[in-house]
Nanobody, 124 residues
Framework: QVQLVESGGGLVQPGGSLRLSCVAS????????IAWFRQAPGKEREGVSC????????YYADSVKGRFTISRDQDRVTTHLQMNSLKPEDTAVYYC?????????????????WGQGTPVTVSS
């Protein structure tokens, strides 16, 4: 059974930090890259960050570059998104996904599997 399970969301003040985690199971990580997307109320879903299946490179959207860091454990099962210097505009539901397409410059797309999402609220 394919599963992507996110955790780590919550309420944080502006300038604070959160660390999201995504545990993958039920499919081969050799053929998929792991990506983080987010969707704010009333807005389209946007790609935030993704990491190549080999772990050799990663991509960040301009809106989070320098503040967010994607990483994964050595067993490749768990992927993390460290979010620092959070802003109110980072408020959204964050989803991890297993995607087939990765580009260092264009990010990730073509998701086959999605997690259930974890909400992040940045507010004072």
């Amino acid at each position: 059974q394919v599963q992507l399970v996110e955790s780590g969301g919550g309420l944080v003040q502006p300038g604070g930090s959160l660390r999201l985690s995504c545990v993958a199971s039920g499919f081969s990580l050799d053929y998929y890259h792991i990506a983080w997307f987010r969707q704010a109320p009333g807005k389209e879903r946007e790609g935030v960050s993704c990491i190549r299946n080999t772990g050799a490179s990663s991509y960040y959207a301009d809106s989070v570059k320098g503040r967010f860091t994607i990483s994964r454990d050595q067993d490749r099962v768990t992927t993390h998104l460290q979010m620092n210097s959070l802003k109110p505009e980072d408020t959204a539901v964050y989803y991890c996904a297993a995607v087939r397409y990765y580009s260092d410059h264009r990010g990730c797309r073509d998701a086959d599997y999605w997690g259930q999402g974890t909400p992040v609220t940045v507010s004072s």
